[in-house]
């Protein structure tokens, strides 16, 4: 029973991983956005 419990419980923290990943992409994709579109209204000014 332990042992089920503790597969279920790693099982989880790697799906809590992947997820905290995913969502650390999507900023870091966010913010690349932001700065190419204020770096090309800064040259646009």
């Avoid at 099982?11 to 579109?37: F, N």
């Amino acid at each position: 029973m332990a042992r089920i419990i503790l597969t279920f419980a790693a099982l989880a923290a790697l799906t809590a991983c992947a997820t905290v990943e995913g969502v650390g992409k999507d900023l870091e994709t966010a913010g690349k956005t932001i700065s190419s579109e204020a770096r090309e209204a800064q040259a646009g000014m």
